[in-house]
RNA sequence: GGAGAGUUGUCUGAGUGGUCGAAAGAGCCGCACUCGAAAUGCGGUAUACGCAUUACGUCGUAUCGGGGGUUCGAAUCCCUCACUCUCCGCCA
C-alpha cells in the first residue's frame, strides 16, 4: 500500500497517478485518507497525555505503598477512573481511525511511474522491442518510431498481413500436436482433477523438466539463488503481496487449516522479507524458485482457455529482487534483459510491451508484459510480466533496510518477473517448431532434454 | 492425535506485580591509548507513532511470540491462538 509520507510529500502526484490507472474516486480517496489521519493523530495526542498522566499516578502509588502510606495511596487510587475511561476512549478512537484508513488504503493502487502509457486497457500497452520476428515489414513498423501502439500493427488493424499469414500456415495448434505426439493428455487431467489441469506425459513431461532445469540453470547463471520454498501459505503472506484482500478469489483456499495454494512463487519468495530490516550492503537480494502455480481462472472461457493457453496448475521460474530506491530500475533492466535473453535462446518469436496504466496490475509502478507469438493460432500469448513495485509491497511487508550512510532504515523495493511460465512457451515451442520429423528442440534446449527432436 | 516444558533486545541469558525498555556477557559502532594492531579503558548500540526543532532531541505513548483480560500498575497473574522442544501414538 501507499505511505503516507508518499501522499503528504506530493499530493497532487498521487492522484494524478491513480487516474492513470484508472482508479475511480481518486481525489476523494486521499482526502479521506489524509481526513483519517488528521482524527488518528489528534485521537493519539489525547491518549498519550491521559496515559503519561495515569503512569504518573501509578508510579506514585508504587512509592506511596512502599512508604507505607496506605491512605494515600488509596486516595490516588481513586484518581484513576476518569482517566482510564479516558484512556479507552480515545485509544478505540485512534485505532477505530487507523484500520479505517488501512482499510482504504488497501483499497487504493500503486501510483505508476511517468514513463507507464496512458490508457484504459491492454489496446493502449506500448510495443517497445520485438525479437525474432519472421516478418519484416511490421519489424520496419516497429523500427519507425522505435515504439508504437499495440494496435497500430499488431494484425488487428494490419489485417492484409495476418490474412496472408494465416492462409499461408498449415500449422497445427498445440493441443492437436500434443495428442499426435502424445505429450499431453487433457482428458486424464479432467479425470482426476478437472479442466485446466493437463497429465504430462513421456516427452511431454520430460519437456517440462528439461523446461524448468534450464530456466534455474540461466537464472543460476545471472546470479540469483535458487529457493524452494512451500507451495502453501498463510494468510499474511497473502496480505504481504496484495492478494489478499482483493484477489481472494483467485486463490484456492485450503479452508481447515485456513492455507493458500500459490498464485505464483513471488508469495513466498518475497514474504521471506516480511517483517525484516536488511544491511544495505546485502543488496540487491536476488532469489529464483521454480514452483508449481495454482490459479482458480474465475471467469475465464473459450478460446483463452483452450489446451495450454490458461491452466489451473502450472510451473513457473519466478526472479525477484529487493533493492534499493536508488538502484531498483537498475535491477528491473537487468531483469528484462534476463527474460529477453531467455527468449533469444529459445529461439521464440517474441515482444516486449511498457503496460498502461489501465491494464498493469494493482500492485506495479511498472511493468513489463513478454509475450510470444503461437503461428497456429495466431496470437500473442503473455509469458512474462515484470514489475517494479517501488515500496508499495514493501510497505505491507514491512520489508526495509538499513542504509550504510546514515544507518537510516528505509523500505525497500521491490521487484519479480517470471523467467518463466512453461504451458505458452510449451505451446509456442510445439507450434512453431513444428517438421514433417517432427517438433525441433532449440539448441540452448538440447543439452537439458537430451535430444534435438521430439518424434 | 494425547501429555508436559518453553518463546525476553543482533546473539547468549537474568528477571514471578511497582522508577524494567528491561541485569550481565558477547557482538557491533565511536573515542582514548598505540607507529599500527591486539589487549585495555570510556561512551554508544531496537522499532513504530506522536510532539518539538534551523539543527541536536535530558520529551510523550506503545512494544519482553500474537491477541484479549485482571489490576491504580503486567515481561511477571489469567484466557486464547501460533510456534519451538521432550515423551507417547501414528506415519513416508
Known amino acids: 500500500m501507499l505511505t503516507l509520507k508518499q501522499i503528504y510529500d506530493d499530493k497532487a502526484r498521487v492522484v494524478a497517478g491513480l487516474e ?30 491521559a496515559a503519561a498522566e495515569m503512569n504518573k499516578i501509578s ?114 495448434p498445440h493441443w492437436e500436436l500434443a495428442k499426435k505426439y502424445n505429450l499431453i493428455d487433457f482428458d486424464l487431467g479432467v479425470k482426476i482433477s478437472g479442466a485446466g489441469f493437463p497429465v504430462y506425459i513421456g ?7 528439461a523446461l524448468i532445469n534450464f530456466f534455474l540453470a540461466e537464472a543460476n547463471k545471472a546470479g540469483y539463488t535458487e529457493i524452494m520454498p512451500p507451495t502453501v501459505v498463510n494468510a499474511a503472506s497473502g496480505y504481504g503481496t496484495g492478494q489478499l484482500p482483493d484477489k481472494e478469489g483467485q486463490m484456492y483456499h485450503c479452508e481447515v487449516d485456513d492455507l493458500y495454494l500459490i498464485p505464483t512463487a513471488e508469495v513466498p519468495v518475497t514474504n521471506l522479507y516480511r ?27 473459450g478460446k483463452d482457455v483452450r ?12 526472479i525477484v529482487r529487493i533493492d534499493t530506491p536508488e538502484h531498483s530500475d537498475a535491477s528491473h533492466k537487468e531483469m528484462l534483459a534476463h527474460v529477453e535473453g531467455l527468449l533469444q535462446k529459445l529461439e521464440l518469436p517474441y515482444r516486449i510491451l511498457r503496460l498502461s496504466g489501465g491494464d498493469m496490475s494493482f500492485t506495479a509502478a ?30 505491507r511487508l514491512k520489508c526495509r533496510y538499513r542504509r550504510a550512510e546514515d544507518k ?48
Not at 513498423?141 to 499469414?165: F, S
Not at 513489463?368 to 510497505?395: I, K, P
Open 203 to 209: 516427452q511431454g513431461a520430460r519437456l517440462q523438466r
Open 275 to 301: 517483517d525484516v530490516i536488511i544491511d544495505e550492503a546485502q543488496l540487491p537480494i536476488k532469489n529464483c524458485a521454480y514452483t508449481e502455480c495454482f490459479r482458480r481462472e474465475a471467469g475465464s472461457y
Open 366 to 395: 511498472l511493468c513489463y508484459d513478454f509475450e510470444v507469438y503461437s503461428e497456429a493460432q495466431h496470437r500473442w500469448l503473455e509469458v512474462s510480466s515484470t514489475s517494479n513495485f517501488d515500496t508499495y509491497q514493501a510497505n
Open 20 to 49: 492513470k490507472k484508472h482508479f475511480a474516486g481518486a481525489a476523494e480517496a486521499i482526502d479521506e485518507v489524509l481526513r483519517l489521519d488528521g482524527e488518528r493523530k489528534a485521537a493519539q495526542q489525547e491518549k498519550d497525555a
Open 59 to 172: 508510579k506514585s502509588i508504587g512509592m506511596l505503598m512502599a512508604q507505607g502510606k496506605r491512605e494515600e495511596a488509596e486516595a490516588a487510587k481513586a484518581q484513576t477512573g476518569a482517566l482510564k475511561a479516558q484512556i479507552a476512549e480515545y485509544d478505540a478512537k485512534m485505532s477505530e481511525a487507523e484500520e479505517a484508513q488501512t482499510k482504504l488504503l488497501l483499497t487504493i493502487p500503486n501510483v505508476p511511474y511517468d514513463i507507464v502509457p496512458e490508457g484504459a486497457s491492454a489496446e493502449d500497452n506500448l510495443a517497445v522491442t520485438i525479437g525474432n520476428w519472421p516478418n519484416q515489414p511490421m519489424i520496419d513498423a516497429i523500427a519507425k518510431d522505435g515504439a508504437v501502439a499495440l494496435r497500430d500493427w499488431n494484425g488487428e488493424v494490419d489485417e492484409a498481413i495476418a490474412a496472408e499469414r494465416i492462409a499461408q500456415s498449415e500449422k497445427l
Open 408 to 455: 537510516k532504515v528505509t523500505l525497500c523495493h521491490t521487484l519479480n518477473g517470471s523467467a518463466l511460465a512453461l504451458p505458452r512457451i510449451v505451446a509456442a515451442l510445439l507450434e512453431n517448431n513444428q517438421t514433417e520429423e517432427g517438433i525441433r528442440i532449440p539448441k540452448a534446449l538440447q543439452p537439458f532434454f537430451g535430444d534435438d527432436m521430439i518424434r
Open 307 to 318: 489446451g495450454l493457453n490458461r491452466l489451473h496448475e502450472f510451473s513457473k521460474i519466478e
